[in-house]
């Protein structure tokens, strides 16, 4: 199944700023992996996220020690296990943006006029609530983080594992304090430097 | 026993029901019969077929209907006393059981009395025998058992156990 970054690929059922965020997977388990960027709306903040681990869990776990099919009927066991086996990630948010309200809603203008600059992203002070939808991350909001390419001074130095998505460096940004490149031997660290 | 029955009542108001037992109430000359010794053939066709014998259902009420809606709660007043109770054809017992998503089955579940297990197997199995050739594909029964399975997953050895009997169940559909 190709996952649009539109959808919602789980909803979040707790965790705190020092622990990770849980976040409950709504698809299988294999359309996402260790190390993605995942996104968040809630209230008027979004957050960017990093998956730091992904588990399986049981309601019970008699129901993840026995197979069903193997007692029940194809149907019934493939409605218990939906029912009583489900995965979950283990999200690390990194940075939260404000956002305002939804662009359709009465009080936008209202916030708008409050907040007519857009805002940057800054480190994690708050948490999105429970059940807030997360979907993977899409390209503008890789951007957001990176920058944009412009073939000056924001270039691409990669893209992201899960989807691909440009990953910029901003040299103005770069240069102005200092940097370290750490790579182990023989991946380039001396080319790309020249 | 799981059989959907129903009480017409007032102004087009209907009670639904599911009869949870069935009890044949002592008799004392069945006592006297037995204790007899020998019972001729002739003797306990009469007492089987030209004798009434006071039979009681227990029904667990499941909702009601009133004002051509379907109510999936308890109505809020009882039947009147001597009212006809009778059973539910299919076109009636589908249209109660499918509006709504089925949340009548908790009245079943809820209750201590009568075990819930079999009623509920009893209940689909007519469900099942009531589904007409129109109606298909079955759509009712994976939802049903989306809401059952919801209802009792926190009870491991109790929905293991319900799911048994329903296996059985579907092996003896096809």
Not at chain 1, 115 to 140: I, W, Y
Not at chain 2, 60 to 69: D, P, S
Not at chain 2, 139 to 151: G, K
């Amino acid at each position: 199944m190709e996952l649009s970054t539109q959808d919602s690929i789980g909803y979040v059922s707790g965790g705190g700023l020092e622990a990770n965020l849980q976040v409950r997977l709504t698809v299988p388990v294999g359309e996402v992996q260790e190390g993605a960027f995942v996104v968040t709306d809630s209230q008027n903040w979004r957050f960017y996220c990093l998956v730091t681990d992904i588990q399986l869990q049981a309601l019970d776990e008699r129901y993840a020690g026995e197979v069903s099919g193997a007692r029940f009927t194809p149907q019934l066991a493939a409605l218990l296990d939906k029912a009583t086996l489900f995965p979950t990630l283990a999200v690390m948010p990194v940075l939260m943006m404000e956002i305002g309200p939804d662009l359709n809603a009465p009080e936008y203008e209202a916030w708008r006029a409050l907040n007519p600059e857009d805002s940057q992203p800054s480190t994690v002070k708050t948490l999105p609530e429970h059940h807030s939808k997360v979907r993977l991350a899409a390209a503008e909001d890789i951007s957001k983080i990176f920058g944009a390419e412009n073939g000056k001074e924001i270039f691409r130095i990669g893209k992201t594992r899960e989807q691909g998505h440009p990953i910029c460096l901003n040299l103005k940004n770069f240069v102005q304090r200092s940097a370290g490149i750490f790579r182990y031997t023989g991946s380039g660290k001396s080319f790309w430097h020249a | 026993m799981g059989s959907l029955c129903v009480v017409d009542g007032q102004a087009n108001s209907k009670t639904y029901g599911l009869i949870a037992n069935i009890q044949v109430l002592d008799d004392g000359l069945v006592h006297q019969l037995v204790s007899e010794g020998r019972l001729k053939a002739e003797q306990r066709a009469d007492n089987r077929y030209n004798r009434n014998q006071p039979v009681e259902l227990a029904v667990i009420t499941l909702g009601f209907q009133a004002e051509g809606r379907f109510h999936h709660r308890l109505p809020g007043q009882v039947p009147l006393a001597l009212q006809t109770l009778r059973l539910c054809g299919a076109d009636e017992g589908f249209a109660f059981c499918s509006a709504g998503k089925f949340s009548y089955l908790r009245h079943i579940l809820s209750q201590t009395e009568f075990p819930d297990q079999e009623l509920i197997v009893a209940h689909i199995n007519q469900l099942n025998n009531w589904q007409p050739a129109q109606r298909d594909p079955k759509t009712w029964y994976p939802q049903l058992m989306e809401i059952l399975i919801r209802s009792l997953r926190s009870d491991y050895d109790r929905l293991t156990q319900l799911l048994d009997a329903l296996s059985d169940l579907e092996q003896s559909w096809n």
